[in-house]
């Protein structure tokens, strides 16, 4: 068991605000965003953020130190868009591992500091990975619905590229974030799998997606029951939202992740919506109020903030939650409630009342258990065996993710053939 798995079973880990918004404030000029090597470089890099890992060390970690100071115990590197695919707007891709090199170095740097000086809780650096600025299943040409700017090929070898220097710069775990598109983050997901087999090192995975719009769906098109689906083949940590709404408006899909998700749940939402000026003006107080009830209800186990949240908003929310406990796994909470394996209330119960099929989260979660190919074989069985007790609906759906994990434990050469 990982040691970040072992406090999650035990409290809510709080994680880091923002960067962007904390960066603003030092009004940093082209100079900041330039070092020797970049002296002459052709276009303007100001506004590239995570290039001030190597430019501006000094911005990042006086920001990582004021969010441990504020209660952060996961930080999140300063990473966000440091991949070829985004750098690539400003010529920057072949500084793509220093750069994450560094942001791994300099919150890993920044936790060791905060260490010495204070006795701390246990802290944890979350290598962070966006979306990267092209999407692999939607056009970005209105006129060619099927044009595609980016392959799945190419996003991963950019996230493979990213990975690797964000575990050789000494972070512990990683967060796939803002994600709009499923298929980036199979690529970003498989990159992963493929790097931990070859290096036989395994790090957790938060995941965490970015709703587009009221309906609720992820940009991509699909729900967040879909979205968990899609990824579940892969061993994460965590499944969460973040970004692009506020809190109040996470309410909803939150509760949908607390029911679903076989994983820890996460969120770091927005402070609110950005105002007429792109601007956020939620109230600390307020954010971290919301975000309080959604922790009281049992439906959180990492909690933080996105755009516009600054270190007085991590700061009410870990005085906050601090004494609240965490969302239990659903498996466990079945276990505890002393409920075994029939469908749940309300969900489709069968022709047949008298079986003890599993209830869909349970197969799920069983799905996602199978490690090698006579698991595999096995659940697959008691599907086919199961089948007609299931919904139509549910068991595509349980249908789909056991191709799902099919393909990860082929890809990860877990069959003999
Ligand atoms: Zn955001």
């Known amino acids: ?25 030092y009004g ?15 276009i303007e890099l100001k506004g590239n953020n995570d290039l001030l890992n190597v430019t501006r060390p000094d911005v990042i970690k006086e920001i990582h130190l004021q969010y441990l100071q504020a209660g952060a115990d ?17 010529k920057t891709a072949d500084l793509v591992y220093d750069i994450n090199y560094q942001g791994a170095k300099i919150a890993r740097e920044t936790i060791k500091v905060y260490q010495e000086r204070n006795r701390s809780r246990p802290l944890f650096v979350a290598g962070a990975m966006g979306p990267t600025t092209k999407l692999a299943s939607m056009s970005p040409d209105v006129n060619n619905a099927g044009f595609r700017s980016v392959t799945f090929d190419q996003l991963a070898a950019a ?18 974030e803002t994600i709009t598109d499923t298929l980036n983050a199979k690529a970003a997901l498989f990159a992963l799998m493929q790097l931990f087999d070859e290096t036989g090192k395994q790090y957790p995975i938060m995941v965490s997606g970015t709703i587009a719009d009221a309906s609720g769906r992820i940009l991509s098109g699909q729900t967040i029951e879909a979205f968990i689906i899609s990824i579940s083949h892969a061993p994460l ?13 996470l309410r909803p899909y939150i509760q949908t992740l607390d029911k679903e998700a076989p994983f820890y749940v996460s969120t770091h939402p927005n402070a609110g919506l950005p105002n007429q000026f792109g601007g956020y003006d939620q109230s600390a107080e307020e954010f971290a109020s919301l975000v309080y009830e959604f922790a009281k209800n049992g439906w959180l186990n990492i909690v933080g903030g996105c755009c516009g949240t600054t270190p007085q908003h991590i700061e009410a929310l870990a005085s906050k939650i601090k004494n609240l406990p965490p969302r239990q796994k659903p498996a ?13 209330q309300g969900e489709y ?3 047949s009342k008298s079986t003890n099929a599993l209830s869909l989260q349970e197969f799920l979660q069983k799905v ?28 595509m759906l349980i249908n789909a993710h056991i191709f799902g994990r099919y393909q990860y434990l082929r890809s990860a050469n877990k069959f003999a053939r």
């Open 1 to 25: 068991m990982h040691p970040i798995e072992q406090e999650l079973d035990n409290q809510i880990l709080i994680l880091d605000g923002a960067m962007g918004t904390m960066i603003q404030p």
């Open 28 to 42: 940093l000029s082209e100079a900041d965003f330039r070092n020797a090597s970049l002296e002459h470089h052709a």
């Open 74 to 90: 996961i930080l999140s590197t300063n990473t966000f868009g440091a991949n070829a695919i985004s750098q690539e707007d400003y």
């Open 159 to 176: 996230y493979t590229e990213q990975a690797k220097a964000l575990i050789d710069g000494g972070i512990d775990l990683f967060l796939l």
């Open 237 to 249: 940590l965590s499944v969460g939202l973040n970004c692009a709404l506020g809190a109040k408006e």
């Open 332 to 344: 466990r909470r079945m276990q505890r409630e002393g409920v075994t394996s029939h469908p749940e």
């Open 349 to 351: 119960s069968g022709t």
């Open 368 to 395: 996602s258990e199978a490690e090698d190919e006579q698991s595999f074989l096995q659940v697959k069985e008691t599907f086919e065996q199961n089948k007609k007790q299931y919904h139509p609906e549910q068991a």
